[in-house]
């Protein structure tokens, strides 16, 4: 249990990769913070598990990843309970594909704001006590599209080239203070995120479900397979182990292959 007496928070970790992550972590020995939506009752379920099957503590925040405050109030909130925040996790995200012209503001303005403006929300208020302590693992879940664009995704592409720019600058800013700041770019991963935009890029591009799944997202990877969340959350749990303290600043690619074309 390499990470026993650590204390991490994952956003966006009731589904997905965020759920695989903070199972990852808790695996290690890490207690964790979970954060995300969902059914009250199922992320009962989630959180009790974590607990049950790895002998750590888990917590459930509510935080909205729309407001500062609520961002802030998790992190102190997981200080006050667990003691520390060792490891800081930014992966909320939400999608939504539309031609630039017919771009909702409003599905810009929430997504900017939970795909890159929660990471500097979440970052600010857990580096003090990182540096405090010397020691500090952040991790940001990118995307391929941190690195390259797809059409119909301005804001998504937009808050992914973001992430990449933040983790490059506070890596540099806390380097002397043994945190480390990297981010990980996957390609497509099966999760609900990427099955919720199948419906939109059907109509924005005029395709079928399987089209859409072989022509448009495994196109891009050439191993054609996606990739899957237990590979994202060990690329994590080794971001977080001794072996790791020298990379920082870095935006590790796990997609197939699609950023090498």
């Not at 795909?115 to 600010?124: D, K, V």
């Not at 497509?188 to 099955?195: I, N, Q």
């Not at 059907?202 to 072989?214: F, S």
Request: some cysteine.
């Amino acid at each position: 249990m390499t990470l026993k007496s650590k204390n991490a928070v994952v956003t966006g970790s009731t589904s997905g990769i965020g759920l695989a992550i903070a199972r990852a972590l808790a695996k290690e020995g890490a207690n964790v913070v979970i954060n995300g939506l969902g059914d009250e009752a199922e992320i009962e379920k989630t959180r009790a598990a974590i607990e049950s099957e790895f002998g750590v503590k888990a917590i459930y925040h509510p935080a909205n990843m729309l407001e500062s405050d609520e961002i802030a109030d998790m992190v102190h909130q997981a200080e006050r309970s667990l003691g520390t925040v060792d490891i800081l996790v930014n992966n909320a995200g939400i999608q939504f594909v539309s031609p630039v012209e017919e771009f909702p503001v409003e599905k810009w303005d929430q997504i900017i704001a939970i795909n890159l403006s929660s990471a500097f929300h979440a970052i600010r208020a857990a580096v003090p006590g990182m540096k405090a302590r010397q020691w500090g693992r952040i991790i940001n879940t990118a995307s391929a599209h941190s690195l390259v664009a797809s059409p119909f995704k301005a804001a998504y592409v937009a808050a992914k080239h973001g992430i990449a720019g933040l983790t490059k600058t506070v890596a540099l800013e806390v380097a002397t203070h043994g945190i480390t700041v990297n981010c990980i770019s996957p390609g497509y991963v099966w999760t609900p995120l990427v099955e919720r935009q199948i419906p939109d890029t059907m109509k924005a591009r005029n395709m079928t479900k399987e089209q859409v799944i072989n022509e448009v997202l495994l196109e891009a990877q050439p191993t054609k397979q996606f990739v899957t969340v237990e590979q994202v959350a060990a690329l994590a749990v080794f971001l977080c182990s001794d072996a790791a303290s020298q990379i920082s600043g870095a935006n590790l690619s796990m997609d197939g292959g699609w950023t090498a074309k």
